[in-house]
């Protein structure tokens, strides 16, 4: 069976190596094998359910496609495209939001983190953003959507939606039920300013995280300043469980260098952090560097990205459009 894949990243700047790790690089990996289609979607609607400076977003829109491509995203094999000139996105999202219940909605963790202690003052696009993403899901009959640990709750919501749709409306298989693609190791990649804490684009210490498009200084000083325990590195994974900061960059050396963490943990058995953060720094820039000073070529050329998009565009709507006029006949629209 072929596999359709759809995933998406919003466009609200400070794009991070956990965004690379946890969902970009697989977006590639999915792009080169066989019998597979892919969709890779700058939620731009997703983003401004926050504050978005109008400006910077439409900068942050490029600079998110330029990722894409200096990650290895390449446009003629891989669909890239804007939310929010698909407007089946939208169209769709209020659809399923009939099917979907408040209860459900109202479990959702990454809401209760984001909205904050004064849930009244949050946006309701920040309640229903879920269903979106849904919508974005269900309207390509994807089967698989690769993303990191913290969208595992919206998937599990995404695939409820989608039965209850089916079933409400007797309609069996419509809408095809998606299989979220998590990697097992470095699916969750930390803060390194605190072990503890996923690493977020929203943080506000920007030594938290290391972004796509630091420069190597950036990179030297993030590793030097991220924070450590004052043991000697482990010789057992068993020993990490209790050394957030520890087990965090290990987990980054050894899924950059595309290895297993016992094979890290042998390397680097009984050193200092002071050598490993070397080794560490020295690796970072080889990998994301090359990706950060592609990432500004590319930025250089607008028309070259609105131009990747125009095409994204034009085939996403091929697909969508064709879904929701299905959509609106089995709903009675
Ligand atoms: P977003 O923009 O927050 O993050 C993009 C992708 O990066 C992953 N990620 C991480 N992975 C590992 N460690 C981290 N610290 C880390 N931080 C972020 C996210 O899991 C995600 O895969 N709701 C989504 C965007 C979205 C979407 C979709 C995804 C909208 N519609 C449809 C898949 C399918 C989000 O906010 O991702």
């Known amino acids: 069976m072929s ?26 990996n999915f792009q080169n094998q066989t019998n597979t289609e892919c969709i890779y979607c700058v939620v731009d609607l997703h983003a401004i359910t926050v504050r978005q400076e109008p400006n910077i977003l439409k900068e ?56 904050g202690i004064d849930k009244e003052k949050a946006s309701i696009g920040l309640y229903v953003y879920p269903v979106l993403m849904a919508a974005d899901i269900l309207l390509y009959d994807t089967t698989h ?21 089916n079933l409400d409306f007797n309609s069996p298989e419509f809408l095809k039920i ?22 977020s684009k929203s943080d506000p210490s920007g030594l938290s995280r290391i972004n796509l498009n630091d420069t190597k200084e950036e990179i030297e000083n993030k590793i030097k300043k991220a924070k450590t325990d004052t043991l000697p590195l482990p010789d057992n994974s068993k020993e990490l469980e209790n050394r957030p900061e520890a087990k965090n960059l290990l987990g980054i050396y050894s899924s950059l260098n595309n290895q297993d963490i016992s094979n890290t943990i042998k390397e680097f058995s009984g050193k200092n952090f002071s ?49 929701i006029e299905e959509v609106k006949k089995i709903v009675g629209l």
Not at 3 to 28: C, D, E, M, R
């Open 178 to 199: 998606p299989e979220p693609m998590i990697q097992k190791n470095f699916s969750r990649i930390m803060s390194l300013k605190d072990g503890t804490k996923k690493m």
């Open 145 to 165: 959507v690769p993303v990191g640990e913290d969208q595992k709750q919206h998937l599990e919501l995404t695939r409820d939606i989608a039965h209850k749709f």
């Open 60 to 115: 942050n829109i490029r600079e998110t496609v330029a990722a894409f491509i200096a990650s290895g995203l390449n446009h003629k094999k891989s669909i890239i495209f804007q939310q929010s000139t698909v407007a089946e996105h939208s169209e769709f999202a209020w659809i399923l939001g009939c099917s979907a219940r408040m209860g459900w909605l109202n479990r959702m963790t990454q809401f209760k983190e984001k909205a």
């Open 3 to 28: 596999k359709k894949i759809f995933s998406g990243v919003q466009p609200s700047g400070n794009l991070h190596v956990g965004n690379y790790l946890g969902a970009i690089k697989n977006f590639v």
């Open 275 to 323: 050598d490993f953060k070397n080794k560490l720094s020295e690796l970072v820039i080889e990998k994301i560097y090359p990706i950060s000073n592609e990432m500004s070529k590319i930025k250089k050329d607008n028309s070259f990205i609105d131009n990747v998009l125009l095409e994204g565009n034009i085939k996403a709507s091929k697909i969508s459009t064709k879904k």
